[in-house]
Protein backbone atom coordinates (compact mmCIF):
# COMPACT_ATOMS: atom_id res chain seq x y z
CA UNK A 1 0.00 0.00 0.00
CA UNK A 2 2.31 2.53 0.81
CA UNK A 3 4.59 1.52 -2.52
CA UNK A 4 1.32 2.11 -4.35
CA UNK A 5 1.19 5.82 -2.21
CA UNK A 6 4.74 6.86 -3.26
CA UNK A 7 3.89 5.76 -7.05
CA UNK A 8 0.98 8.41 -6.86
CA UNK A 9 2.47 10.72 -4.82
CA UNK A 10 5.25 11.17 -7.87
CA UNK A 11 3.16 11.32 -10.73
CA UNK A 12 1.15 14.21 -8.72
CA UNK A 13 4.13 15.88 -8.31
CA UNK A 14 5.53 15.26 -11.56
CA UNK A 15 2.14 16.95 -13.20
CA UNK A 16 1.50 20.10 -11.15
CA UNK A 17 5.43 20.47 -11.97
CA UNK A 18 4.71 20.25 -15.58
CA UNK A 19 1.47 22.65 -15.09
CA UNK A 20 3.41 25.29 -13.01
CA UNK A 21 6.43 25.33 -16.15
CA UNK A 22 3.52 25.54 -18.87
CA UNK A 23 2.24 28.87 -17.21
CA UNK A 24 5.53 30.72 -18.56
CA UNK A 25 6.27 31.35 -21.86
CA UNK A 26 8.28 29.92 -24.13
CA UNK A 27 12.06 31.62 -25.29
CA UNK A 28 11.74 34.41 -26.80
CA UNK A 29 8.16 34.81 -26.36
CA UNK A 30 8.63 37.22 -23.32
CA UNK A 31 8.19 40.70 -22.93
CA UNK A 32 10.74 42.69 -25.00
CA UNK A 33 10.53 45.50 -22.47
CA UNK A 34 10.48 48.02 -25.59
CA UNK A 35 8.79 51.49 -24.70
CA UNK A 36 7.93 52.19 -28.39
CA UNK A 37 5.46 50.09 -30.62
CA UNK A 38 7.01 48.24 -33.54
CA UNK A 39 5.38 49.75 -36.63
CA UNK A 40 5.44 48.64 -39.95
CA UNK A 41 7.70 50.10 -42.81
CA UNK A 42 6.15 51.97 -45.24
CA UNK A 43 9.82 52.30 -47.48
CA UNK A 44 9.71 50.58 -50.56
CA UNK A 45 12.43 48.08 -51.55
CA UNK A 46 13.78 50.26 -53.89
CA UNK A 47 14.14 52.82 -51.36
CA UNK A 48 15.77 50.82 -48.51
CA UNK A 49 18.07 49.79 -51.37
CA UNK A 50 19.17 53.31 -52.08
CA UNK A 51 19.55 54.15 -48.80
CA UNK A 52 22.31 51.32 -48.12
CA UNK A 53 24.19 52.18 -51.10
CA UNK A 54 24.20 55.90 -49.79
CA UNK A 55 25.22 54.86 -45.87
CA UNK A 56 27.98 51.99 -46.33
CA UNK A 57 28.68 50.33 -43.47
CA UNK A 58 32.22 50.55 -42.57
CA UNK A 59 33.95 47.51 -43.36
CA UNK A 60 37.94 46.64 -43.62
CA UNK A 61 37.12 46.63 -47.47
CA UNK A 62 35.90 50.50 -47.38
CA UNK A 63 38.96 51.18 -45.47
CA UNK A 64 41.85 49.46 -47.34
CA UNK A 65 39.89 51.42 -50.43
CA UNK A 66 40.47 54.88 -48.74
CA UNK A 67 43.47 54.68 -47.61
CA UNK A 68 46.22 56.36 -50.25
CA UNK A 69 48.10 53.29 -52.64
CA UNK A 70 51.51 52.44 -50.57
CA UNK A 71 54.45 52.93 -53.13
CA UNK A 72 56.10 50.05 -53.99
CA UNK A 73 58.98 48.83 -52.69
CA UNK A 74 62.67 49.41 -54.33
CA UNK A 75 64.29 46.64 -52.45
CA UNK A 76 64.06 43.24 -54.78
CA UNK A 77 63.31 40.10 -53.11
CA UNK A 78 66.85 39.02 -53.11
CA UNK A 79 68.33 41.43 -51.54
CA UNK A 80 65.86 41.08 -48.69
Same mark, same amino acid.
Given at each position: ???? #?? &?? *?? +???? +??? =?????? @?????? =????? #??? &????????????? @???? #??? *???? #???? *?????? *?????????
Amino acid at each position: MQAK #NI &AL *AT +VLAA +VFA =GNAFAA @QPAAGE =GPLFL #NEP &ATVSTLTRAEVTQ @QAIA #NLP *ATDA #NLLA *AKAPVS *ASKVTRAEV
